[in-house]
């Protein structure tokens, strides 16, 4: 009787999940369609289903998804019943879980034969035959599609423009290697007249669209590559002076009466292309507008600076500015290269809030254009006010006040600069011991120029305008109980793009100057205890040089892979330490201020990758590897140099810095403080499935796994140093957690344990069999709950 009444209800659900039951009176409910490319001895079978597939995908309206022959999202929207208000959950039941039926009268048979019979026909199948027709099972029908396609006809040849117009010569140039032989004086008579001046324009920019011709010989018959071709073709013009030229006066005539399933195409310029746009132009008058409005007096004081006009500019800008940011000279021919680069660069500068830019013919004899920048700027001087809130899982939270003054045209020369102060407050809620408050505040200066500032000539050829940073910067920091510190900080260097996904940061120098002071006697205490916490109240002198470079494609959104890549390098020292000889394994310490200054090598890598599965999921990926190591006047790696593991964007089934070094335990020390440890390798591995649940809401599970370690042996840390056994004291944890994105800013809750302790002995570092979640001794050791803004990684 059981079994009876469960396969009834199994029954029930699967009609209710086909969807039909309550359909309008009359209608039927579509199930897809199906199409059958008839074989044929001239096309081969894997040509066949090729071609079928993509047929079928162009097929309209899609039916609805179904799986194990039920359409879940079809049950929902019928189970919602009809809905008369916007809210409420009955709504979101059937606008988010569900979906209203594919009626079979919303099909068109003929005009999908139509689509089928163009699709094949543009893709070289001019032999086609199509047919439609459709079957109706109950209260369901799909639609049947029978394709006779024939043979593919492929390219036999491709004929370009034989004219020695300057617009034919151009077209010709645009095929590559052979057509470019055949008008050989004409052609190096136009490269020569079209090379760009010596000017801050570098020639890589010149390339770009130069590629050879997407109609290859043998290749099949395809109206989107023709399509594609046009546009190519016009991208090569406007490289070359051709402004008003455009792939509609390009037309590419098809003889498919050769033979042998083959066809010749014949590229030409339209006949009735105006004149104008077989004519290559040049640059005549480039006029800028820095102060632009529409009500702008025509009264405005006019300023000449080489080839340029400078209208209404009124002690804005120096006017070197502007031979900097703008790529094209008097007399250059007009590329479209040259016109985004300049509209990039003005953008760039980061001084405007719009930028306009016109061509016009130009009143003077011959085929020239001027150039005409409308710009506004944004307001010089801003006033910004933030509060940040802080928490970690180190068990302390906390907020920042932070005050930012800016100049973004400080010395007329579109120069930055910026001024903070900031105060905050750290709180320790938990961990063995309350009271060990943080209190800071401090401030920072950075002025950055538009520009390369060097003694050496130094170019950029990229859209992006290259920088050259000063910054310093001071910090206070009380460590209630413990100690206070002061830190003093500067820094000069560099940063430019090669593009929008290449990035480089080069600072000539790095000055850092740690001073602790007020060291409590309860810190003194523990030094005894645990030795290693003496090096965290060192006085710190750390100066060098840094690079970076970074690639990130992050910003694709056709792509379904997307890749970030952040690599750097921290010297310290360097040359000093050679120049003096230092050598602390010998004794010979050298002191700057009476300071030991650190020399070291520290190399950091950061990896990430993204696989989208659909548009509201993807897999994350990251890996992070970097080492340290010191030499000359240092035995060891300043602590603010060394590298920390565990917490809201790292391991988070670990605390904050309570991970490592190794295999050491921390748990042992007798410190009365939260964990803090640090090492001089790190590796780290993290991935997570993230899904969108609903609306704002996201889902993601996650797995992390990694460790610290020490370089040298520490007899305080027993299993701290980096032997050829780490793979066998790398942590791993998993969990799971909630993105609330309010677009402003993500709130994450993430809840995460550890499955493997890599300070456990030998064996018995697997703990997946330990875990117990109604357990309450088992939660309170192993769980734990991140709060953080934004994402991980």
Same mark, same amino acid.
């Given at each position: 009787?059981?079994?009876?009444?469960?396969?009834?209800?199994?029954?029930?659900?699967?009609?209710?999940?086909?969807?039909?039951?309550?359909?309008?009176?009359?209608?039927?409910?579509?199930?897809?369609?199906?199409?059958?490319?008839?074989?044929?001895?001239?096309?081969?079978?894997?040509?066949?289903?090729?071609?079928?597939?993509?047929?079928?995908?162009?097929?309209?309206?899609?039916?609805?998804?179904?799986?194990?022959?039920?359409?879940?999202?079809?049950?929902?929207?019928?189970?919602?019943?009809?809905?008369?208000?916007?809210?409420?959950?009955?709504?979101?039941?059937?606008?988010?879980?569900?979906?209203?039926?594919?009626?079979?009268?919303?099909?068109?048979?003929?005009?999908?034969?139509?689509?089928?019979?163009?699709?094949?026909?543009?893709?070289?199948?001019?032999?086609?035959?199509?047919?439609?027709?459709?079957?109706?099972?109950?209260?369901?029908?799909?639609?049947?599609?029978?394709?006779?396609?024939?043979?593919?006809?492929?390219?036999?040849?491709?004929?370009?423009?034989?004219?020695?117009?300057?617009?034919?010569?151009?077209? /010709?140039?645009?095929? &590559? /290697?052979?057509?470019?032989?055949?008008?050989?004086?004409?052609?190096?008579?136009?490269?020569?007249?079209?090379?760009?001046?010596?000017?801050?324009?570098?020639?890589?920019?010149?390339?770009?669209?130069?590629? /050879?011709?997407?109609?290859?010989?043998?290749?099949?018959?395809?109206?989107?590559?023709?399509?594609?071709?046009?546009?190519?073709?016009?991208?090569?013009?406007?490289?070359?002076?051709?402004?008003?030229?455009?792939?509609?006066?390009?037309?590419?005539?098809?003889?498919?009466?050769?033979? &042998?399933?083959?066809?010749?195409?014949?590229?030409?310029?339209?006949?009735?292309?105006?004149?104008?746009?077989?004519?290559?132009?040049?640059?005549?008058?480039?006029?800028?507008?820095?102060?632009?409005?529409?009500?702008?007096?025509?009264?405005?004081?006019?300023?000449?600076?080489?080839?340029?006009?400078?209208?209404?500019?009124?002690?804005?800008?120096?006017?070197?500015?502007?031979?900097?940011?703008?790529?094209?000279?008097?007399?250059?021919?007009?590329?479209?290269?040259?016109?985004?680069?300049?509209?990039?660069?003005?953008? $760039?500068?980061?001084?405007?809030?719009?930028?306009?830019?016109?061509?016009?013919?130009?009143?003077?004899?011959?085929?020239?254009?001027?150039?005409?920048?409308?710009?506004?700027?944004?307001?010089?001087?801003?006033?910004?006010?933030?509060?940040?809130?802080?928490?970690?899982?180190?068990?302390?939270?906390?907020?920042?006040?932070?005050?930012?003054?800016?100049?973004?045209?400080?010395?007329?020369?579109?120069?930055?600069?910026?001024?903070?102060?900031?105060?905050?407050?750290?709180?320790?809620?938990?961990?063995?011991?309350?009271?060990?408050?943080?209190?800071?505040?401090?401030?920072?200066?950075?002025?950055?120029?538009?520009?390369?500032?060097?003694?050496?000539?130094?170019?950029?050829?990229?859209?992006?305008?290259?920088?050259?940073?000063?910054?310093?910067?001071?910090?206070?920091?009380?460590?209630?109980?413990?100690?206070?510190?002061?830190?003093?900080?500067?820094?000069?260097?560099?940063?430019?793009?090669?593009?929008?996904?290449?990035?480089?940061?080069?600072?000539?120098?790095?000055?850092?100057?740690?001073?602790?002071?007020?060291?409590?006697?309860?810190?003194?205490?523990?030094?005894?205890?645990?030795?290693?916490?003496?090096?965290?109240?060192?006085?710190?002198?750390?100066?060098?040089?840094?690079?970076?470079?970074?690639?990130?494609?992050?910003?694709?959104?056709?792509?379904?892979?997307?890749?970030?890549?952040?690599?750097?390098?921290?010297?310290?020292?360097?040359?000093?330490?050679?120049?003096?000889?230092?050598?602390?394994?010998?004794?010979?310490?050298?002191?700057?201020? $009476?300071?030991?200054?650190?020399?070291?090598?520290?190399?950091?890598?950061?990896?990430?990758?993204?696989?989208?599965?659909?548009?509201?999921?993807?897999?994350?990926?990251?890996?992070?590897?970097?080492?340290?190591?010191?030499?000359?006047?240092?035995?060891?790696?300043?602590?603010?140099?060394?590298?920390?593991?565990?917490?809201?964007?790292?391991?988070?089934?670990? /605390?904050?810095?309570?991970?490592?070094?190794?295999?050491?335990?921390?748990?042992?020390?007798?410190?009365?403080?939260?964990?803090?440890?640090?090492?001089?390798?790190?590796?780290?591995? $993290?991935?997570?499935?993230?899904?969108?649940?609903?609306?704002?809401?996201?889902?993601?599970?996650?797995?992390?796994?990694?460790?610290?370690?020490?370089?040298?042996?520490?007899?305080?840390?027993?299993?701290?140093?980096?032997?050829?056994?780490?793979?066998?004291?790398?942590?791993?944890?998993?969990?799971?957690?909630?993105?609330?994105?309010?677009?402003?800013?993500?709130?994450?809750?993430?809840?995460?344990?550890?499955?493997?302790?890599?300070?456990?002995?030998?064996?018995?570092?697997?703990?997946?069999?330990?875990?117990?979640?109604?357990?309450?001794?088992?939660?309170?050791? $192993?769980?734990?709950?991140?709060?953080?803004?934004?994402?991980?990684?």
């Amino acid at each position: 009787m059981t079994k009876n009444v469960l396969y009834i209800l199994i029954l029930v659900f699967f009609a209710a999940c086909s969807g039909t039951r309550n359909l309008p009176e009359g209608e039927l409910l579509y199930t897809g369609g199906k199409v059958k490319v008839k074989k044929d001895s001239l096309i081969s079978n894997r040509e066949r289903r090729a071609l079928q597939a993509k047929l079928k995908d162009i097929l309209r309206p899609v039916p609805n998804k179904s799986f194990l022959g039920m359409r879940p999202k079809l049950f929902f929207y019928n189970l919602a019943g009809n809905v008369k208000k916007e809210k409420g959950f009955r709504h979101w039941l059937k606008t988010s879980l569900g979906e209203a039926p594919v009626l079979f009268s919303q099909v068109d048979l003929e005009y999908n034969r139509a689509l089928l019979q163009n699709f094949a026909e543009n893709n070289g199948y001019f032999n086609t035959m199509t047919s439609a027709d459709s079957t109706r099972r109950g209260k369901k029908a799909t639609a049947e599609y029978t394709v006779y396609a024939g043979k593919q006809y492929k390219i036999k040849s491709v004929k370009f423009p034989t004219d020695s117009s300057a617009v034919g010569i151009a077209v /010709r140039r645009a095929f &590559g /290697r052979a057509a470019r032989k055949s008008v050989g004086r004409e052609i190096g008579k136009i490269r020569e007249d079209s090379k760009p001046k010596e000017k801050n324009k570098g020639n890589t920019n010149r390339r770009r669209g130069r590629g /050879r011709s997407l109609l290859k010989v043998g290749d099949p018959y395809s109206l989107d590559v023709i399509k594609l071709e046009r546009e190519r073709i016009d991208t090569r013009l406007k490289e070359q002076g051709f402004y008003y030229f455009n792939e509609d006066y390009i037309k590419v005539q098809v003889d498919s009466t050769v033979g &042998g399933y083959g066809v010749d195409l014949i590229v030409k310029v339209k006949e009735e292309t105006p004149s104008k746009a077989k004519t290559p132009f040049k640059i005549n008058k480039i006029v800028i507008y820095p102060n632009y409005a529409l009500n702008q007096d025509s009264l405005n004081k006019v300023e000449k600076y080489r080839d340029l006009t400078i209208i209404g500019n009124d002690g804005l800008l120096k006017p070197r500015v502007w031979d900097r940011t703008l790529y094209f000279e008097k007399d250059d021919f007009y590329n479209r290269t040259d016109h985004n680069l300049s509209l990039n660069r003005l953008v $760039n500068l980061g001084t405007f809030k719009f930028v306009k830019n016109q061509f016009k013919p130009s009143d003077t004899i011959g085929n020239y254009l001027d150039a005409y920048y409308y710009l506004t700027p944004l307001p010089r001087k801003s006033f910004r006010v933030e509060v940040l809130a802080k928490t970690n899982s180190a068990n302390y939270t906390g907020s920042e006040l932070k005050i930012n003054w800016s100049n973004r045209n400080t010395f007329h020369g579109a120069e930055l600069l910026q001024i903070a102060a900031f105060g905050g407050i750290e709180v320790q809620l938990g961990g063995k011991n309350n009271g060990f408050n943080v209190y800071r505040f401090g401030g920072e200066a950075s002025l950055t120029w538009p520009r390369f500032i060097s003694p050496f000539r130094l170019r950029s050829s990229s859209g992006f305008v290259p920088r050259t940073n000063a910054t310093i910067g001071y910090e206070f920091q009380n460590r209630q109980q413990l100690y206070s510190l002061q830190t003093f900080k500067g820094s000069f260097g560099y940063s430019w793009k090669e593009n929008i996904r290449k990035e480089h940061l080069l600072n000539v120098t790095e000055i850092t100057f740690a001073s602790p002071e007020n060291i409590t006697e309860l810190y003194q205490q523990q030094i005894v205890e645990n030795p290693t916490l003496k090096y965290v109240v060192e006085k710190q002198l750390i100066f060098g040089p840094t690079y970076y470079y970074t690639y990130n494609n992050e910003a694709s959104k056709r792509k379904k892979h997307l890749l970030y890549y952040k690599g750097g390098i921290d010297l310290s020292a360097n040359i000093a330490g050679l120049i003096t000889g230092a050598n602390i394994k010998k004794g010979d310490t050298v002191k700057v201020f $009476n300071i030991p200054f650190s020399q070291y090598a520290k190399i950091q890598n950061e990896f990430k990758h993204t696989y989208k599965f659909g548009k509201n999921s993807m897999l994350k990926s990251r890996i992070i590897a970097g080492a340290a190591f010191p030499y000359g006047n240092s035995d060891r790696i300043p602590y603010v140099k060394q590298f920390f593991i565990g917490g809201t964007n790292s391991l988070r089934g670990f /605390r904050s810095r309570s991970l490592g070094p190794g295999a050491y335990d921390a748990s042992t020390e007798t410190s009365e403080f939260v964990p803090d440890q640090s090492g001089d390798i790190k590796l780290e591995f $993290n991935t997570e499935v993230r899904t969108n649940i609903y609306r704002f809401i996201n889902g993601a599970v996650f797995m992390d796994a990694g460790n610290i370690w020490l370089l040298n042996k520490d007899e305080n840390k027993p299993g701290a140093e980096f032997t050829k056994y780490f793979t066998k004291e790398i942590a791993v944890n998993i969990g799971a957690g909630l993105r609330l994105d309010f677009n402003v800013l993500v709130l994450r809750l993430d809840l995460a344990f550890p499955i493997r302790k890599p300070y456990l002995p030998n064996g018995q570092r697997w703990v997946l069999d330990e875990v117990d979640f109604t357990s309450g001794p088992w939660r309170s050791s $192993n769980l734990i709950f991140n709060l953080a803004i934004g994402y991980p990684f």
